[in-house]
């Protein structure tokens, strides 16, 4: 028998049965071990990408795509942008967030955008990497930016990582996953070791 | 569980009502049936039953629609309250109340959260699973402060039923042999973390008197035989407690008293069935049964018995009581010393202390631990009182590796941010205080003179406040918790309290205690120490409305011990043809 198709209904009596016949960890190796069907979460979309987002219009969110990308570049993992934190962003805020912070977000993209036109005579998403990184650099140095500007570009910048490291790359494979400890112990941590990215709060 | 067990109309009358299924009606519920007698459990909410209808359970965080986060709208328009609760969030919002069919109101310039979980199994399934056993003193406080009125009972009088409840519940914790904080029955202790040992032998060695321990938690670390009996396994340390536990690794009413009821064939079980009302004989001077309404008809229907067990939680409780009046009771049952709904208390969460711990780079943990370290209140008794208000506080203490989380909100972008982001950064520490509320008259609920939920039952208006006392105790706290981190070696220390409304209104800390007091004397008390009313000998509330101080610790299994007393000595009572 394998869980692997089973719907969650389903997978919990399988589980509960399990659980009876073979004790706990057999029974959580096989069931969380496999992939679980998903219904209605917001999923990772590469056709997002481009386009208009519920409350970012296509130039918004192109250059939230851009400052995604230079806070999580690619590195030996996917960038911010492949694992779409600006389609996460756009969708959390419109779903789970004040109007207040909906205003936050975009006053800051537009300021960057406003930056990039007046130093760079270019759109933020034009420059390059390395001026890119630069600009939002000097938004936490508060380099041409104000102390309010830098608050509103942490939230914003708290969200796309929020984005990153609850998408089911970022928790599993980019840290490590482990839904079913089977208990707590203290372990030796050594140089490279990722961080848990199962947690009981997100 | 078996289909016959759950019943609608019933004229038959039974031996016992039990009003509320949460831990005070579970473990009433058990009792009973153990002993023999025919239980009818009386549940306002739907039935959720054991492991199948834990249906966020092991659900990852990128299978929700808002990555466990709740729905703006949703709040707005059901869970404006709720919300508040540590434990809401998408994988748990199904087991709390809906705050629109649930209204209360509040006196102008006070405030209160009240949280519910309004099912089978009540808040047994979202609680903490924080498990202490009061001390001598607490029982003496109010006595020794002349604040409030003097407990009828004294530790001792527990003490054998803490350990009842304690086996069978299952609870973790270390034996320390503390005057301020009584061991038990204990399963192994969950594993403290360098980190905590560190700051333990700092903070001792530094303040004689106050301890640093393991807390004590109703999980099965090493279940023993009679829990492997109640179907229950090893906590796999999870920590997503409150989304139920398939594992029936915390104690609940569902893992653990519910089927050691069911197993005996003397449990019938009432859902939907909001009690509007207890029912009183006059000429017998006897509750004889409840009036229900309905959860989704609002038809109404009665169920009788000889003796009521009201285990609704404290103002769930008062409630009904308040709105059962009578020629002899027109201010709410069993109130002839009109005291009911007063002295309601809660406890203060309002201070904490911060702090980061140099080294033990080279240590991690894996699992989730659900649990934290403790340290108990240290002010007892009066000579342990600090100046300027009276008695005392615990702490729960919790270190941990900073993750993305933490990180996120500091400077940094790039390729070396991201790479800090995945691995694990300083440790920390934090110190919640966990303080006592005095007991105080005015602190009140009380039903509205007109307006009705949609049962047609009076709206709860509540009028609390943190006081002086309390506000003075939790300044002191979070300083005394700052100067304990830097005695321990913490840099970047910072403490502070917040009293917020409403989100930190009373109510919060989500251990309601008081309405219906306790005493030895019936003109200034509801119940006897056996939770028995002094009014009417059949009637008995064993959930936290019995209490005469908040004391300290959480208050669960006090309330575990209290019930299984209360029904022993019912039981008694029944047959020696007292009742």
Not at chain 1, 138 to 149: D, L, R, Y
Not at chain 2, 159 to 184: Q, R
């Amino acid at each position: 028998m394998k869980a692997t198709n089973l719907s969650q209904p389903q997978r919990r009596k399988f589980m509960q049965h399990l659980v009876r016949a073979m004790g706990v960890t057999s029974a959580t190796a096989l069931v969380y071990g496999s992939n679980l069907n998903v219904a209605m979460a917001y999923q990772v979309r590469s056709d997002k990408l481009d386009g208009a987002g519920q409350l970012f219009d296509k130039p918004t969110m192109q250059t939230l795509k851009h400052i995604v990308d230079t806070i999580l570049p690619r590195t030996d993992t996917p960038s911010g942008a492949e694992l779409d934190c600006h389609g996460f962003v756009d969708h959390q805020l419109f779903r789970c967030h004040s109007e207040n912070e909906q205003q936050i977000c975009l006053q800051i993209i537009s300021e960057i955008e406003k930056h990039a036109m007046a130093n760079f005579k270019q759109s933020f998403s034009q420059l390059d990497d390395k001026q890119q990184l630069e600009l939002l650099k000097s938004i936490e140095a508060m380099k041409g930016f104000t102390q309010s500007q830098r608050n509103q570009f942490k939230f914003l910048k708290s969200l796309i990582v929020f984005g990153y490291f609850t998408s089911e790359q970022g928790a599993r494979e980019i840290l490590r996953y482990d839904p079913v400890p089977g208990g707590f112990s203290v372990i030796p941590l050594e140089e490279g070791d990722k961080s848990w990215g199962s947690l009981a709060y997100y | 569980m078996d289909k016959d067990i759950y019943i609608k109309q019933q004229n038959k009358k039974f031996d016992v009502l039990v009003v509320g299924s949460g831990i005070t009606g579970g473990w009433a519920a058990k009792e009973f049936c153990e002993r023999g007698f025919n239980t009818l459990m009386i549940e306002r909410g739907r039935v959720v039953e054991h492991r199948k209808d834990y249906i966020t359970e092991g659900k990852p965080v990128w299978d929700y629609d808002n990555r466990s986060k709740v729905d703006n709208l949703l709040i707005e328009q059901q869970y404006k309250i709720q919300k508040d609760c540590y434990a809401f969030h998408d994988g748990t919002k199904q087991f709390f109340g809906n705050d629109r069919d649930l209204p209360y109101e509040t006196t102008d310039g006070t405030d209160f959260r009240w949280i519910r979980a309004n099912q089978l199994g009540g808040k047994s399934l979202l609680w903490h699973r924080q498990s202490y056993r009061m001390c001598e003193d607490d029982f003496l406080a109010n006595k020794r402060d002349g604040v409030g009125n003097d407990w009828p009972i004294r530790y001792q009088d527990i003490a054998d039923w803490y350990s009842y409840v304690e086996t069978f519940a299952g609870i973790s914790g270390s034996k320390e042999n503390l005057p301020n904080l009584p061991d038990g029955e204990f399963l192994p202790p969950f594993a403290m973390t360098g980190p905590e040992k560190a700051l333990k032998v700092a903070i001792e060695k530094a303040f004689p008197g106050r301890n640093l321990i393991m807390g004590r938690t109703a999980h099965l670390t090493e279940p023993s035989t009679l829990h492997i009996s109640q179907g229950r396994v090893q906590c796999q340390s999870r920590n997503e407690c409150q989304k139920g536990c398939s594992f029936g690794a915390y104690f609940s009413t569902q893992s653990s008293t519910l089927p050691a009821a069911a197993k005996t064939n003397n449990l019938s079980i009432a859902a939907n069935s909001v009690v509007h009302s207890v029912i009183y004989d006059e000429k017998r001077n006897r509750a004889i049964g409840v009036r229900v309404i309905d959860n989704d008809d609002l038809s109404t229907r009665e169920y009788f018995a000889d003796v009521v067990f009201l285990c609704a939680s404290t103002i769930g409780t008062t409630q009904i009581m308040l709105n059962s009046t009578s020629k002899k009771f027109p201010n709410g049952i069993a109130n002839s010393s009109g005291v009911l709904g007063h002295y309601l208390m809660d406890h203060n969460y309002n201070a904490r202390a911060t702090g980061d711990i140099e080294g033990f780079e080279d240590e991690y943990y894996k699992g989730r631990r659900p649990s934290s370290c403790y340290m108990p209140n240290f002010q007892t008794r009066p000579e342990l009182y600090r100046k300027g208000y009276l008695r005392g506080f615990a702490y729960g203490i919790s270190t941990f590796r900073s993750d993305w989380r933490g990180k996120s909100q500091q400077d940094g972008i790039g390729s070396d941010f991201k790479q800090q982001l995945s691995s694990p950064g300083k440790w920390g520490v934090d110190f919640s205080a966990q303080g006592e509320m005095l007991p105080h008259f005015d602190n009140q609920m009380s039903l509205h003179p007109t307006k009705t939920d949609k049962w047609g039952i009076p709206l709860i208006n509540f009028n609390v406040e943190y006081r002086e006392n309390e506000k003075t105790m939790m300044d002191d706290a979070a300083e005394m918790g700052a100067e304990m981190l830097r005695a321990g070696g913490c840099t970047n220390v910072k403490s502070g309290t917040s009293y917020d409304l409403p989100h930190r209104a009373p109510g919060i800390a989500i251990h309601e205690v008081g309405t219906a007091r306790m005493g030895q004397d019936p003109k200034t008390s509801v119940l006897n120490q056996y939770c028995q009313s002094h009014d009417i000998p059949n009637l008995f509330v064993t959930d936290g409305s019995g209490y005469c101080s908040s004391g300290v610790v959480n208050p669960s299994l006090t309330f575990m011990a209290l019930t299984a007393r209360a029904v022993d000595y019912c039981a008694k009572e029944i047959k020696a043809q007292r009742l």
